[in-house]
């Protein structure tokens, strides 16, 4: 069991351009998870996936924001047209079954310059 | 909407003394409560969880207390160490997401 990963760890783009993030999840998790977690605040919830399907997205993931988890394993998380208001850090869960603890990933931090 | 919080955003402990921090939960609908704990520039790492048909449940050092009535949760850390020093953060669930209050910061001196 190595955790789950995410890369890049930093990112800094500036306002306007695209970027992308990865998700690795434990490998026999079939549910991801996208938050979002900005400076002394607790994460919030962006979107899940179970297998393939993304099952729920929170109002918080704008039109801008698009994930994907196309063989129901690693998952990617894109952000167009970024803006200042987009620099958090992006964490990524996986977990094993409904009301089964999430397991988080280290993040990616996003710095919007 | 619904929010989970804490009573207090900081806690400052001895090395070697017990430490409990609180949580409040406002979903009576929420069936499954975790403890996570976050060191700088890290993700949130799990501690414990429990379920509400629960009132109890002890991990290594670590215990969580449910009290549905209230709608409270604590976690108690025994003889607390230097590396218990983090934030903590309760989180609840109603559906599929998690929801996190804001996080308590441990502060533990040697």
């Known amino acids: 069991d190595t955790g789950v990963s995410q890369n890049p760890r930093h990112k800094i783009t500036k306002r306007g351009q695209n970027v992308t993030f990865r998700c690795d999840p434990i490998?026999?998790?079939?549910?991801l998870y996208w938050y979002r977690q900005t400076l002394g605040q607790g994460p919030e919830f962006l979107t899940y996936f179970q297998n393939e399907a993304q099952l729920e997205k929170s109002r918080l993931l704008s039109d801008r924001f698009s994930a994907e988890r196309p063989k129901g394993s690693f998952s990617t998380l894109e952000i167009q047209r970024t803006e200042q208001g987009d620099s958090a850090m992006y964490l990524c869960?996986?977990?094993?079954?409904?009301?089964?603890?999430?397991?988080f990933g280290d993040g990616t931090r996003l710095s919007i310059l | 909407g619904e929010s989970v919080g804490l009573h207090l955003p900081t806690l400052s402990v001895q090395e070697g003394d017990n430490s409990i921090i609180n949580c409040a939960y406002s979903n009576s609908a929420s069936d499954y409560f975790i403890w996570y704990k976050q060191e700088s520039g890290k993700g949130p790492q799990f501690i414990i969880d429990?379920?509400?048909?629960?009132d109890k449940r002890q991990g290594q050092r670590v215990t969580v207390l449910l009290n549905k009535t209230v709608k409270h949760l604590s976690l108690q850390i025994a003889a607390t160490q230097p590396g218990d020093s983090a934030v903590y953060f309760c989180?609840?669930?109603?559906?599929?997401?998690?929801?996190f209050g804001k996080g308590t910061t441990l502060s533990v001196s040697s």
């Open positions: 490998s026999e998790h079939n549910r």
């Open positions: 429990i379920r509400s048909n629960m």
């Open positions: 989180a609840e669930k109603a559906g599929t997401a998690l929801i």
């Open positions: 869960a996986s977990s094993s079954g409904v009301s089964e603890p999430q397991h």
